[in-house]
């Protein structure tokens, strides 16, 4: 591994998989009434330190939602990181609200979630209609009682696909705190393209877009069913995107918050091969972890970038589910002195 690297990481085999579906828990949902909210799947959880405990806001999916179930976010808490206690109802889910007809009936999914520098925490999260993937955004003081505020980005960005917003943070001690570069909040987002934003104060974000280097722009009406009219130039700025010939050639996400380091803005992103522009040895559609270096001074600016996967399916549980052959990182955390990934 390089110097600026997060890890190397060892899976814990006594205690994986954390968290499991479970069929006792219902939830008596204000759309659907009485459902088993964690029935089918939990996967993909944020992580966060505070109190000297590791919290983990999961999604979890039902068997009935038309969409290969309803996802809602659900919350654990653990004294050492790896034996979780789970609250018993989601905290996330959707609801008779305004936001009903951007989360239902997808629902709400793949959170990340940092601490923003007046002590909330910000939760940013999928909203699924069934059509399009909208990033929205949430507040909370205690992890539990969460605020929504709806869509992460401006009105004219509403009908594009954007998803899995992971906003660049510092350690302050075990915590990972949201970090102002050049006065502004910073996140990437995306899915195949990434791209990124700003944001005065963490709740609404501005794509960073309209860029004078007209080689890394983006037309997004080559990008169908998005109608460039409805915002005007629309030409974002992608950060990085796929490589063919690799293990990252189908999909690239962000994984969790990046994290401002000396060498620079350390992110782990996750991403998906494809089986005949990707590499050949590996499974159409297998997920696996990379990491990136950008820099600070220009966030949009990769300096390195790993060329074969850090962390990759190996395990059972990792082998065989919902999609085979992934291991999906969504949450980083800094506890006991060592850094811990969360993982679906």
């Known amino acids: 591994?390089?110097?600026w690297e997060l890890g190397p990481f060892e899976r814990l085999d006594d205690v994986n998989p954390v968290l499991e579906p479970r069929s006792d828990s219902i939830f008596d949902c204000p759309l659907a009434g009485p459902v088993r909210w964690e029935e089918k799947d939990v996967f993909n959880p944020a992580a966060i330190v505070q109190d000297g405990k590791v919290w983990l806001l999961y999604r979890a999916e039902d068997t009935?939602?038309?969409?290969?179930?309803?996802?809602?976010?659900?919350?654990a808490v653990s004294n050492d990181g790896m034996h979780f206690d789970r609250y018993p109802h989601p905290v996330l889910f959707p609801a008779n609200d305004e936001f009903r007809s951007l989360e239902w009936e997808g629902g709400c999914e793949d959170p990340r979630v940092v601490r923003l520098e007046d002590g909330r925490f910000l939760l940013t999260y999928t909203a699924f209609d069934g059509r399009v993937a909208r990033l929205a955004v949430a507040t909370s003081t205690d992890?539990?009682?969460?605020?929504?505020?709806?869509?992460a980005f401006p009105e004219a960005y509403r009908d594009v696909w954007s998803k899995s917003g992971a906003v660049i943070t510092r350690q302050v001690g075990e915590e990972l705190v949201a970090a102002r570069i050049g006065g502004k909040y910073w996140m990437y987002w995306g899915e195949s393209w990434i791209y990124a934003a700003t944001s005065e104060d963490g709740v609404h974000w501005e794509p960073v877009a309209h860029e004078e280097m007209t080689s890394r722009w983006v037309d997004?009406?080559?990008f169908p069913p998005t109608n460039v009219e409805t915002f005007g130039p629309s030409t974002l700025v992608p950060v990085f995107r796929t490589r063919r010939g690799r293990y990252d050639s189908m999909i690239v996400e962000p994984g969790p918050p990046p994290l401002l380091t000396e060498d620079g803005i350390v992110m782990i992103y996750n991403a998906a091969n494809h089986g005949e522009s990707g590499r050949l040895d590996l499974a159409h559609r297998s997920y696996?972890?990379?990491?990136?270096?950008?820099?600070?001074?220009?966030?949009?600016h990769v300096l390195e970038r790993t060329t074969?996967?850090?962390?990759?399916?190996?395990?059972?549980?990792?082998?065989?589910?919902?999609?085979n052959a992934v291991t999906f990182l969504e949450g980083l955390a800094r506890f006991d002195g060592a850094w811990w990934l969360y993982y679906g």
């Open 1 to 3: 591994m390089r110097a």
């Open 64 to 75: 009935v939602g038309k969409y290969a179930g309803t996802s809602r976010i659900g919350l």
């Open 143 to 151: 992890l539990q009682n969460w605020t929504k505020h709806g869509l």
């Open 220 to 222: 997004f009406s080559t």
């Open 288 to 300: 696996r972890a990379g990491q990136l270096l950008l820099d600070p001074e220009d966030p949009t």
């Open 308 to 323: 074969d996967p850090f962390f990759v399916p190996e395990r059972p549980y990792e082998l065989s589910g919902q999609i």
